[in-house]
């Protein structure tokens, strides 16, 4: 199993800048894609991006350029750079684990809250 833990959300205003962490533990395979999606309240859990073992990324359309995802695999930790946020991207913030072998593991989630 995996045990996905995140932090770092939290109240910022328009305009400000938050970072997200997502810690890994348990059977951390060495190949694996890890991710944050999220939710906001009366909407579907959305893609926000990725990061492979690699580190080869993906980004939704609405956070290329805001957003930044990386990861440390010695610590097995990911990481989500939010930059110039916007009230739009107020939402819980889930983190996701998966590998080849079948795991697929989400944490509890962090909330971003953005005032304009």
């Known amino acids: 199993q995996v045990r996905l833990v995140e932090s770092g959300g939290g ?3 328009a305009g400000e800048s ?4 997502c810690v890994a533990s348990g059977t951390v395979m ?3 894609v890890m991710g944050w999606y999220r939710q906001a309240p009366g909407k579907q859990r959305e893609l926000v991006a ?3 073992s690699g580190g080869g990324t993906t980004y939704a359309h609405s956070v290329k ?3 930044s995802i990386s990861r440390d695999n010695a610590k097995n930790t990911v990481y989500l750079q939010m930059n110039s946020l916007e009230p739009e991207d107020a939402a819980v913030y889930y983190c996701e684990y998966k590998d080849p072998y079948g795991s697929d593991y989400w944490g509890q989630g962090t909330r971003v809250t953005v005032s304009s």
């Open 65 to 67: 350029g805001r957003f």
């Open 30 to 32: 060495s190949i694996n």
């Open 50 to 52: 990725t990061i492979t």
């Open 18 to 21: 938050l970072r997200l962490s």
């Open 11 to 13: 109240l910022v205003q």
